[in-house]
């Protein structure tokens, strides 16, 4: 059975940091585009980053280069986002999502709010 789980969502201070973690299993996250998007509440859902099954490269919105880092455990079969110097626009549900061909999967979503 396919699954994404999302974790390490929560509140904190602008400023400050959170590590959202995305286990997957039924499948192995290295053979996939992994990918995290965000929705904010009455916006769209929109890519933060993304890293290739094939060589790893990554990428990100422009809101979040260098502040945001994208990576896989491959032993954990995990994808991790290290979001650094958080502010109020980066509220949102994060959402982990792996895509390879006509294979597309979603997990449920984590919560970060970034409130003083």
């Known amino acids: 059975q396919v699954q994404l789980v999302e974790s390490g969502g929560g509140w904190v201070q602008p400023g400050g940091s959170l590590r959202l973690s995305c286990a997957a299993s039924g499948f192995t996250c290295r053979s996939y585009t992994m990918n995290w998007y965000r929705q904010a509440p009455g916006k769209e859902r929109e890519l933060v980053a993304s890293i290739t099954r094939t060589g790893g490269s990554t990428n990100y919105a422009d809101s979040v280069k260098g502040r945001f880092t994208i990576s896989r455990d491959n032993v954990e079969n995990t994808v991790l986002l290290q979001m650094n110097s958080l502010n109020s626009e980066d509220t949102a549900v994060y959402y982990c999502?792996?895509?390879?061909?006509?294979?597309?999967?979603w997990g449920q979503g984590t919560q970060v709010t970034v409130s003083s």
């Open positions: 999502h792996a895509n390879k061909f006509v294979n597309d999967y």
